[in-house]
């Protein structure tokens, strides 16, 4: 894919990555934050990489959180990662069920190349990090970027599947920020 830009950018997915996925984590009271992971964001953010957060959240469209609750939840986690310097440049958040028809689900790629577009990003430079393989590995691959899937979450269950591969797996996203920097 041609880069779009030069700016180097890291997309990560939430729930199994950031925070503990208890199912549907819409409201604050429901999220528990992964050891580490404030720490990890902070190291990328403080070595000049734009952050951005993937998500499906697929309890929009089932009703069982609001946009608002939502909202909510991420102006909270930008309070928790300012002590570390580091703060996600945008929220990209697909409301949508599997089955429902959508374009903006991961595995899709289009919000990578929005940002790509928008922020001038080189996605070929860029990472995209979450713990499942058939949604966030596979979208990083469909965007063109590096992938690194961490063993939090559900991560360990994807780590020898036989076709999604990334290009690293990581304990955790301190670990995969470390690995990140050392390839500058």
């Known amino acids: 894919m ?21 199912g549907y984590v819409g409201e604050i009271e429901r999220f528990e934050l992964i050891d580490h992971a404030l720490e990890g964001l902070g190291l990328l953010g403080r070595n000049d ?27 909270h986690l930008q309070k928790l990662l300012k002590p570390h310097g ?3 440049t945008q929220f990209f958040v697909s409301p ?8 903006v689900r991961k595995p899709s790629p289009k919000f990578l190349l929005e940002a790509a577009k928008k922020y001038g990003l080189d996605l070929s430079h860029s990472y995209m990090i979450g713990d499942k393989g058939e949604t966030d ?13 961490v ?3 559900v991560g ?25 920097l050392s390839q500058q």
């Open 2 to 22: 041609k880069p779009v830009g030069t700016k180097k950018a890291v997309f990560v997915d939430r729930d199994g990555t950031i925070n503990i996925d208890h």
């Open 49 to 75: 990489f734009l952050l951005f957060l993937v998500t499906n959240q697929s309890g929009l469209e089932r009703g069982l959180f609001t946009a608002d609750e939502m909202k909510k939840l991420h102006e």
């Open 86 to 88: 580091a703060q996600f």
């Open 96 to 103: 949508h069920r599997p089955e429902t028809p959508n374009d």
């Open 137 to 149: 590995i596979q979208c990083g691959i469909n965007a063109g970027c590096k992938t690194i899937l």
């Open 151 to 153: 063993r939090t979450g």
């Open 156 to 180: 360990k269950e994807w780590e020898n599947h036989p076709t999604i591969k990334p290009t690293r797996v990581c304990d955790n996203l301190l670990d995969a920020a470390k690995w990140i």
